[in-house]
């Protein structure tokens, strides 16, 4: 005879069957013997059902005490609404959450002890921590002892910092919470006066109650971080009272050294997505011979250090992404493939390898402090390559090359940050192959060929602008101030269908169209000296404050060299501003794609990433013609 307390499996088709009789004797209140009174709402139930799903019910229920015997449970401090979604979920096990009822459905099942629905309204309110809201669900999440949704909370705080210190959520924070906040070695601000700021503006909320944690709070403060100027307009001249004592008395005691916040070690780094795997970089492969179905790599330069460290790889090994850094310094990747299958079969004399991919909708935000990409709500479509633009607060995701048609390639969807969801906008008034997209002036610029578009947000409509003075493809462009700048790319001929590099016709310098967005008009702008030019492998981008490319010069079979030239806008001049030794940078290949975000040096793995010695000259000479170098400035 077999041991009756041996686990047998369930029978699935019965267990649905019997949730669905027990759903129908709730609805139509048959054999219910428990009612449970909220407010003047009654919700007549089955006490096993209840205690299934609630450790408070069961408690109650199985107590043996007067409670197990009611008939009738009042619950305060509930609300109808929500307790009803939780009796649902009970019956159902579909549980309804939304932006509105996941707050109050968590405390309510915080109260009543409903582990899953916990587990699942947690999950969704770590999914939606953003700006506006991590300081309410850091108190959430302490107010409730969760340690993930609070930890989770933190971290987008001291990421946030510079602009949630003045949200009306911070200044109601409790004294433990904001000593925790302010004492942290993680938070993202360049200079200290920002915490000072924050401490005061907390303290000043309410001083008569706070002024019994002013030592505490100011304690937190590393003094000797703020400038001379600070120091001096603080410490000097304050009235006699308690406040100046405090003030004076922690100034004498702090140490001379301190250890930098976080945000005080951000350096300005250029990010290559989709860059050759450092596993390639084991020997030198000529340009002409056929490239590996090798891994890509993220990896970024710092300019001013010379240094290359290595971010996370994206999930699944996506390729093919949009990336964008957004003006707060938020890194996005989109859309992109995976490999679906791979298979090496039998071809003449040897194997062949094939593999298969699958384009996706995928959506990640890059959090720098862990150095680990966060699943978004992904998009509505999947993409390849997207343009993405964050404009007027908004990310917009742009065409890209997909498979499935031109009416698909043509969609365009914008992503709301704060609300975490997708929602589309009007379509691209045709499908473009190798289009670029820029924001200005609060618009979408789209451009492609010798093509101009303009998406207005708030009238939802693309408009047609000039038209370029070359057709052109592959192209990379940047916004700077009033004008949008159109970089190399190869040239598309009309009667042909050639596409040829854009540079002169010696190939000694790259082409650059400039267009004024206040006078709709294009000009061609001093040319790139480029001196080894055959791909179009150029990169616009913002670079400390300045128009800067990225540029992969090769000739012929030579190994690449990379340089950053700068845009001297009055003299409507190049300058060499930086060569890139390979010493430092090793072959990118040709298809990454290219950021400049402020990153963490100390949450990075700084890159082992070195060429053989063997490919060096001996006299270790740069083969780079500098007509003027720029230095770089002090940080």
């Not at 099942?109 to 409903?114: R, S």
């Not at 004076?248 to 795997?277: C, D, H, N, V």
């Not at 001013?304 to 999930?315: D, R």
Request: hydrophobic share 40%; glycine share 4%.
């Amino acid at each position: 005879m077999s041991d009756l307390s041996e686990r047998r499996p369930v029978n699935t088709d019965y267990a649905v069957s019997l949730l669905e009789q027990l759903k129908f004797f709730y609805e139509q209140k048959l054999l219910t013997d428990v009612v449970l009174l909220v407010e003047d709402t009654e919700f007549p139930c089955h006490k096993m059902v209840l205690a299934t799903c609630s450790s408070y019910f069961r408690a109650m229920f199985m107590s043996g005490l007067s409670e197990s015997k009611q008939t009738h449970v009042h619950l305060r401090n509930v609300d109808p609404a929500t307790l009803q979604i939780i009796i649902t979920y009970a019956y159902t096990g579909n549980l309804a959450i939304s932006d509105s009822t996941v707050e109050p459905l968590y405390e309510t099942a915080c109260f009543l002890q409903v582990d899953d629905v916990l587990l699942r309204c947690r999950d969704y309110l770590v999914k939606k921590i953003n700006a506006e809201n991590c300081v309410r669900m850091l108190s959430i999440g302490d107010l409730f002892s969760c340690s993930e949704l609070k930890q989770c909370a933190k971290r987008m705080v001291e990421h946030k910092f510079p602009v949630v210190y003045r949200q009306e959520a911070f200044l109601q924070l409790s004294h433990e919470l904001l000593v925790d906040v302010l004492s942290s070695d993680n938070l993202n601000v360049e200079k200290e006066e920002t915490v000072r700021e924050a401490a005061m503006l907390w303290l000043e909320y309410n001083m008569e109650a706070r002024s019994q944690h002013l030592s505490s709070v100011l304690s937190q403060i590393r003094i000797d971080a703020l400038s001379e100027v600070t120091q001096r307009a603080w410490f000097q001249g304050l009235p006699p009272n308690d406040k100046s004592v405090v003030v004076q008395g922690l100034y004498k005691s702090m140490p001379k050294f301190f250890k930098p916040r976080l945000g005080m070690t951000k350096e300005e780094m250029l990010i290559f997505m989709e860059a050759m795997s450092e596993a390639q970089g084991d020997g030198y492969v000529p340009a002409a011979a056929p490239a590996p179905a090798a891994p890509t790599a993220v990896v970024c330069y710092s300019p001013q250090a010379e240094k290359v460290y290595k971010l996370s790889n994206p999930p699944g090994d996506l390729q093919k992404v949009g990336t964008l850094v957004t003006p707060d310094n938020d890194v996005f990747i989109a859309g992109g493939q995976v490999l679906l299958k791979s298979a090496i079969h039998s071809h003449g004399k040897g194997a062949k390898l094939q593999v298969a991919f699958h384009a996706v909708d995928s959506f990640f935000w890059f959090n720098a402090q862990q150095n680990a990409w966060v699943p978004k709500t992904p998009m509505r479509c999947a993409r390849l390559k997207p343009s993405l633009v964050h404009c007027d607060g908004y990310i917009y995701a742009i065409g890209g090359d997909n498979v499935v048609g031109e009416l698909h390639r043509r969609t365009v969807e914008r992503y709301d940050c704060e609300k975490d969801e997708w929602s589309m906008v009007s379509p691209l008034p045709a499908a473009w192959s190798w289009s670029t997209a820029v924001a200005a002036h609060g618009c979408v610029w789209l451009l492609t060929h010798d093509l101009t578009y303009c998406y207005f947000p708030r009238a939802d409509a693309w408009v047609e602008m000039a038209l370029r003075k070359t057709s052109r493809c592959f192209a990379s462009a940047a916004a700077f101030g009033d004008l949008i700048f159109y970089v190399g790319g190869l040239h598309v001929v009309s009667n042909s269908g050639v596409r040829m590099p854009a540079s002169t016709v010696d190939g000694s310098a790259v082409t650059v169209e400039v267009y004024d967005v206040n006078k709709n008009e294009w000009r061609l702008a001093a040319n790139i000296p480029a001196k080894r030019y055959s791909d179009p492998c150029v990169r616009a981008v913002v670079l400390l404050n300045s128009l800067c490319i990225f540029m992969r010069e090769t000739h012929m079979n030579e190994r690449a060299k990379y340089a950053i030239y700068q845009y001297d806008p009055e003299l409507d001049r190049w300058y060499l501003r930086q060569p890139v030794s390979e010493r430092v940078l090793w072959d990118l290949g040709k298809d990454f794609r290219c950021a400049v975000g402020k990153l963490y040096p100390s949450c990075l793995e700084e890159s082992p990433w070195k060429p053989p010695t063997y490919l060096f000259s001996p006299d270790s000479a740069e083969e780079f013609e500098v007509d003027e170098l720029v230095p770089l400035p002090l940080v």
